[in-house]
């Protein structure tokens, strides 16, 4: 994944074991597994590269969590865990009953959007479709997944851990980025704090 920039966890799984031959499917690597190994990589081979990659996109979350502070955005996914790319962006999640109140944002703010929905997983084995609004900020995709007020306590599961994703709130953002820029930037920013 990391050399060939491959972003799907399950396609970079296939084409793994396609290539070494393993076809029984209980063999496979699964998402934390694979979520770990890179992980570990990136400490490894390039540890300054994705250090800044990973500064960028929480510089990036800590403006669109500004932007829209009265939805409680939290910080999820690979850009919290800081194996993302600058291709795979930012995305946050954003507690609103009414989707349309972020839409009224977007357009307030003179924010180019797509909206789509996507189907999240929760910890009771339930399947939700959840609007999502996609938007470009400078040359970092940001995505906003809208979840209802009840989430908050309930968040939907991480495809990685397959446990609640309760993500991090902008004043814990800041924090990571105050870190990021002391003396010792170790690239241990928030990697156990994901989920």
Not at 26 to 32: G, I, K, S, T, Y
Not at 34 to 42: F, G, P, S, T, V
Not at 133 to 149: C, D, N, R, S, Y
Request: hydrophobic share 35%.
């Amino acid at each position: 994944m990391r050399e060939q920039g491959l972003l799907a966890l399950d396609h970079a799984r296939r084409k793994a074991v396609e290539r070494l031959g393993i076809t029984n499917k209980r063999c496979w690597p699964d998402n934390a597994e694979i979520q770990a190994a890179l992980e570990h990589e990136y400490r490894l081979f390039q540890p300054e590269a994705q250090h800044q990659v990973t500064s960028t996109l929480h510089e990036q979350a800590l403006a669109a969590m500004q932007t829209f502070a009265e939805f409680d955005p939290r910080l999820v996914g690979q850009s919290l865990s800081g194996t993302a790319s600058l291709d795979q962006g930012v995305r946050l999640h954003l507690f609103a009953d009414d989707p349309r109140q972020i839409v009224f944002r977007l357009i307030d703010r003179g924010i180019p959007w797509q909206a789509h929905d996507r189907q999240h997983r929760y910890a009771d084995g339930s399947r939700q479709m959840h609007p999502t609004f996609a938007f470009v900020a400078g040359e970092i995709p940001v995505e906003l997944v809208v979840l209802p007020e009840r989430a908050r306590r309930n968040p939907p599961l991480s495809p990685i851990s397959e446990r609640p994703e309760r993500g991090l709130n902008a004043d814990a953002v800041e924090r990571l980025l105050e870190k990021a820029a002391g003396p010792n930037n170790a690239n241990d920013d928030g990697e156990a704090q994901h989920g």
